[in-house]
């Protein structure tokens, strides 16, 4: 039996993170006057929120340790860069989401170190 969200806190709150990211890229790129209408740099936001979006729901369905460490180390990479590009375009909500999003895989990476603590005691 595969692990819900519910089971998963870290993963739930990366996910919400990262649509919170989407809709804020969404209403940057499409809204006029915020500076970055329909800019690349918006469009590439829009399109790396929905990656951490999915990489938050396969965290969730992995199983084996290797690929659960490359899925973290993907999804801290994306975090990173999708801040940085929110700084560069000055939407500072959108960094403040990836950093909440940071908060999560943190949690779901110490959760998981925990329970593998408890299942091989």
């Known amino acids: 039996m595969s692990p819900s ?3 998963r806190p870290g993963a739930f ?3 919400i993170a990262s649509l919170a990211g989407l809709a804020i890229a969404l209403y940057a790129y499409f809204t006029p006057l915020t500076g970055v209408t329909g800019t690349l740099g918006a469009l590439v936001t829009i399109v ?3 990656a951490l979006a999915v ?3 396969l965290l969730c369905k992995v199983r084996g340790r290797g690929a659960s460490i490359v899925l973290r180390i993907l999804i801290l ?4 860069g999708t801040s940085f590009a929110g ?3 000055h939407q500072w909500w959108i960094s403040a989401a990836m ?3 940071l908060i999560g895989l943190i949690v779901d990476m110490v959760r998981a170190t ?4 408890l299942t091989h005691t």
Not at 114 to 117: C, D, F, G, Y
């Open 87 to 89: 700084m560069l375009l």
């Open 77 to 80: 990479m994306g975090l990173a």
């Open 13 to 15: 709150v990366l996910l």
């Open 114 to 117: 925990h329970h593998a603590r």
């Open 99 to 101: 950093v909440v999003g």
């Open 5 to 7: 969200l519910s089971s």
């Open 55 to 57: 990489m938050a729901l």
């Open 48 to 50: 790396t929120c929905l």
